[in-house]
């Protein structure tokens, strides 16, 4: 049995949202503003299961049950592309903490190159999310998922506004134990292994080419 879980959000605002992203015309600004919408409803999703601690509250009313989610997650956006997800899925999970992965593709080997990792030394019994808009070939993801693993978590979850079918086999074959969520699984990669039709660079469609 695969221990890549995937979920397809494939909800009518996130459509329309990722065909912003998608479309070459639009500009920086409207990219990153497409891009944190969806990611919105990618971590709506993705914390549906999310564990939650019962507490007594008190309303203007009478009391009642009041409910706090239980143990802090960690969340963990891949530098670059995955800081323009990182401030909103922050925003839903106010009590989370977050660590960093820096990671910049070699685009003649295609291999994830590691430039900087600032994470807890131990992710025993953390939950975590990480951030990239990206799943290609799937090395970068394989790489920060390592990261994780082996400071012990167990339970990852990968939130991408677009997967590719060979980036989703390429997690699949590392056997790490994880969920996956994106707004689509395109068709594949191209020669230069971006996306098809993919959104072209995440990183400059964000920030500028660098
Ligand atoms: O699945 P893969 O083939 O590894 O490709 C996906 C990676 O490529 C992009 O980052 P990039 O290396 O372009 O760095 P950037 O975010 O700084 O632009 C993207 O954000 C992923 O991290
Ligand atoms: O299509 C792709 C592939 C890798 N990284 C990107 O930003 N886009
Ligand atoms: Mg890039």
Known sequence: MSRVQLTVV??????ARLSR???ERTDNANFRAALR???QMLMYEATRDLAVAEEPIQTPVTGTTGYR???????????RAGLG?????HRMLPEAQMGFVGLARN???FEPEAYMASL?????DRQVFVLDPMLATGGSLVHCCGLLTARGATSITVLCTLAAPEGLRRLEESGLPLRVFTASVDEGLNDKAYIVPGLGDAGDRQFGAV
């Open 107 to 109: 685009e003649a080997t």
């Open 10 to 15: 494939d909800h009518p605002l996130a459509r």
């Open 120 to 124: 807890p030394e131990s992710l025993v």
């Open 37 to 39: 919408d969806l990611t």
């Open 21 to 23: 992203m998608r479309d």
């Open 69 to 79: 989610v239980a143990a802090p997650p960690l969340i963990v956006p891949v530098l």
């Open 85 to 89: 997800m990182a401030d909103t899925a």
